[in-house]
């Protein structure tokens, strides 16, 4: 997992955040509805393709509760192997058991590109193969996540995503970013990092929550 992709993550989000506020009212621009188009088809064919499919693949999450002062306070890991139809899970099997309870990662993923979000080139756009595209919900009750998308410049398919969920049920604050991944015809993640902010009973707690994606198989 990178780890410096993930800590600048947050700088990312809040500042794709801030720029799309800033230019929420100008205009709508046709390069950013051209990409924003292709890449919501592109999402959409990755998905009727994977819906096709049998698979199964291994996930390992390392779990870290944080205390005050940031402390971790416990440490624990698990590892199950998932076995998929679509994007339905069929069963599960439980390598790595973890010493007491734990989240369970998010693997899934929204197409950000087929909601009715405001969106914003990145202002670090130089012309690389990326495009970042900053995408935020036109009011602050909206359940909806904002962030910022990476998609690949020729091919329009999704790389990146970070989330920044406004109004997470039960937490105070919530962020979950992908790492993604092709191979046989459909995108999934490869890694995923989640750090919440939790209402505990006499404080908030905090946790993190990172997961690794691999041993991709299909079944025949």
Same mark, same amino acid.
């Given at each position: 997992? @990178?780890?410096?992709?993930?800590?600048?993550?947050a700088?990312?989000?809040?500042?794709?955040?801030?720029?799309?506020s800033?230019?929420?009212?100008?205009?709508?621009?046709?390069?950013?509805?051209?990409?924003?188009? $292709?890449?919501?088809?592109?999402?959409?064919?990755?998905?009727?393709?994977?819906?096709?499919?049998?698979?199964?693949?291994?996930?390992?999450?390392h779990?870290?509760?944080?205390?005050?002062?940031?402390?971790?306070?416990?440490?624990? @890991?698990?590892?199950?192997? *998932?076995?998929?139809? !679509?994007?339905q899970?069929?069963?599960?099997?439980?390598?790595?058991? +973890?010493t007491?309870?734990? +989240?369970?990662? @998010?693997i899934?993923?929204?197409?950000?590109?087929?909601?009715? *979000?405001?969106?914003?080139?990145?202002?670090?756009?130089?012309?690389?193969?990326?495009?970042?595209?900053?995408?935020?919900?036109?009011?602050?009750?909206?359940s909806? +996540?904002?962030?910022?998308?990476?998609?690949?410049?020729?091919? *329009?398919?999704l790389?990146?995503?970070?989330?920044?969920?406004q109004?997470?049920? !039960?937490?105070k604050?919530?962020?979950?970013?992908?790492?993604?991944?092709? $191979?046989? !015809?459909?995108?999934?993640?490869?890694?995923?990092?989640?750090?919440?902010?939790?209402?505990?009973v006499?404080?908030?707690?905090?946790?993190?929550?990172?997961?690794?994606?691999?041993?991709l $198989?299909?079944?025949?």
């Open positions: 997992m @990178t780890k410096r992709f993930f800590q600048i993550t700088v990312l989000i809040l500042a794709a955040i801030l720029f799309i800033a230019l929420a009212q100008e205009p709508a621009d046709p390069v950013l509805s051209f990409y924003v188009t $292709q890449a919501k088809k592109a999402f959409e064919t990755s998905q009727l393709h994977s819906e096709k499919m049998h698979y199964t693949f291994l996930v390992t999450s779990y870290q509760q944080i205390g005050r002062g940031g402390v971790i306070e416990r440490l624990d @890991t698990a590892i199950t192997r *998932y076995f998929m139809s !679509g994007s899970i069929d069963s599960t099997q439980v390598v790595a058991e +973890p007491s309870e734990m +989240p369970v990662p @998010t899934a993923f929204p197409n950000i590109f087929a909601e009715s *979000y405001i969106y914003n080139f990145f202002p670090n756009d130089i012309g690389e193969e990326d495009i970042a595209i900053g995408f935020d919900t036109p009011g602050s009750e909206d909806l +996540p904002a962030g910022l998308a990476v998609i690949d410049r020729a091919e *329009y398919k790389k990146r995503l970070h989330l920044y969920y109004n997470p049920d !039960g937490f604050r919530l962020t979950r970013s992908y790492l993604l991944k092709e $191979q046989n !015809g459909f995108i999934f993640a490869d890694s995923i990092w989640e750090l919440n902010a939790k209402h505990g006499f404080s908030t707690e905090y946790y993190r929550l990172d997961t690794d994606i691999g041993q $198989q299909l079944i025949r």
